[in-house]
């Protein structure tokens, strides 16, 4: 194999995708900055996130049940657990 090929063998293996995570912005936020997370996750207009989450509020009923348990369960930029583990983690101390 020629030094070449070597080259740019090894830099084809080496450079792994951007792995993208689904967290809560802490940059464009209103309430908790789940629009801005899953607008940031999938590369489209937070303005259409949250017009879509209004629209499920407003006709099914579904978007604040669904905005509050993002909210529990998506951690936030720059923490490591979301908010319901760090309920839980909190209870389970209290009682020890």
């Known amino acids: 194999m020629s030094t070449t090929t070597a080259s740019a063998w090894s830099a084809t293996v080496n450079d792994q995708p951007e792995v993208r995570q689904l967290r809560r912005s802490g940059d464009d936020k209103m309430l908790a900055g789940v629009a801005g997370g899953i607008a ?3 590369d489209v207009d937070v303005t259409l996130v949250r017009v879509i989450i ?3 509020a407003l006709f099914t009923g579904a978007g604040a049940p669904l905005y509050a348990a993002a909210w529990l369960l998506l ?3 720059g923490e490591d657990q979301p908010v319901a583990a760090a309920w839980l ?3 389970r101390n209290r009682y020890r």
Request: aromatic share 8%; net charge positive; glycine share 0%.
């Open 75 to 77: 951690p936030a930029d």
């Open 89 to 91: 983690a909190a209870r």
């Open 54 to 56: 209004a629209a499920l």
């Open 40 to 42: 940031r996750y999938l």
